[in-house]
């Protein structure tokens, strides 16, 4: 009896730290868990004389874990999910998801060209998870999983961080997109240069497009000019079509409708494939809707 009261206190304790690690209060942890403000203090501390160590840097407005804490942070969330979700788990080993929610994090680009598919199965499949798709990219859909606000992310990384991990499901190829009437659409065979004389629209700086067309670009020696940053590809198509510049996208966005308002140049000798896939926290507990809906992204895209 004695030790199961051990490990049921223990548990809370353990809760209650990665909690208030979560939200950096002890007050928004203790409103979350339903407890009280010194509740948790008092858990936090006796965590704290059991593992011989300081986890909270207690100074400034907010709590931010030592290195200590966030050593234990990081072994302890996936337990502690893992089992605050087992009845959601074990229903569905049983082959029965019927309760639980689902929030995905992903670009416009993404949301609007990959994701289709696999929420419509997905939803057709499990109506009772409620599903939400934030619409995030780059730092802000990182730091969404970080927070554990979302249970992964869908996108595509160039560089990934020590903290996450992405496993890549779907490949495209680049092109260049041009006016109707534009010279490089009648040229038999483009390059970097002549692709440099015309302005171009571009994502946002800070998204990795920008950062892929000036490294193709500088490898080959070769100055270009962005006359204009737009965000999204439905977006950027549409002013291309208009005449306002040119662009490399992905072949993803493209529709047989854009290739009547719109010329398609492949350019994959100059500029690397594009990979989309799954981004999680490092160590975080999936919930059976996430490996169930990354099943179904696998089935969609032809990986067993």
Sequence with gaps: MANSYYKQ??????RAFCQTAKLGSMTKAA??????QPT????????EEEMDTILFDRRGPKLTLTTEGSILYDLCLPHVQAIDRLKETFDAHCGNLTSGELNIAAGESTILYILPKPVRLFSEQYPAIKLRLANETGRDGMELLRSDKVDFAV????EVPDDLDYDPIVTYNPVVITPLDHPLGKVDK???????????????RHLSTWHIVKMVFAQHNVNFQV???????????RYVSLGQGISIVTDVCITDEDRSRIVVIPVDQYFPKRSYGIVTHKGKFLSAPSQRFIEIMNECFGRD
Excluded at 31 to 36: C, I, P, Q, W
């Design 9 to 14: 206190n223990h548990l809370k304790k353990l």
């Design 31 to 36: 409103k979350s868990l339903f407890a009280s």
């Design 40 to 47: 948790i203090s008092l858990q936090i501390h006796a965590l």
């Design 155 to 158: 996108g595509s990384m160039l």
């Design 190 to 204: 483009i390059t970097i240069k002549e692709i440099g004389k015309y302005g171009l629209i571009l994502p946002p």
């Design 227 to 237: 006359t204009l940053e737009a965000g999204g590809w439905e977006v950027i198509k």
